[in-house]
């Protein structure tokens, strides 16, 4: 399922519920010590966004895995197919990056303004 928005909007933000492997002892992302954000250009490759939870990610509810990303000026600026994903690095140094099966694909249409 992907995740639409306009060209040039920052809401709504991006909101998503990682949920950890059954081989990881984690329950939602309890133990993080970082989350980070990444989209690239499903076609180009080119990395547009790289952000920490410093920067414009919210932890909802750890314990549940929800976080959000809410969108900067420029994100969203060119129309077209993105992939997403997030990375959790845990206190203990391991990492997992959400979803491990693929990519959150994000859909950017053209606004008519």
Known sequence: MAFTIKRGDTSPA???RLV????????????YNVVKFFMRDA??????????????????DAEDGAVEYQWQPGD???S???EAEWEVTYFDNS???????????????????
């Open 76 to 78: 969203t600026a060119k």
């Open 20 to 31: 950890p492997s059954e081989e990881t002892q984690n329950h939602g992302i309890t133990g």
């Open 95 to 113: 990492v997992e990056t959400f979803p491990n099966d693929g990519y959150v694909e994000i859909e950017i249409l053209e606004d008519l303004g």
């Open 14 to 16: 991006l909101r998503q």
């Open 80 to 82: 077209g197919i993105y």
């Open 43 to 60: 076609s180009t490759y080119e990395l547009i966004v790289s952000a920490t939870d410093s920067d414009n990610i919210t932890i909802i």
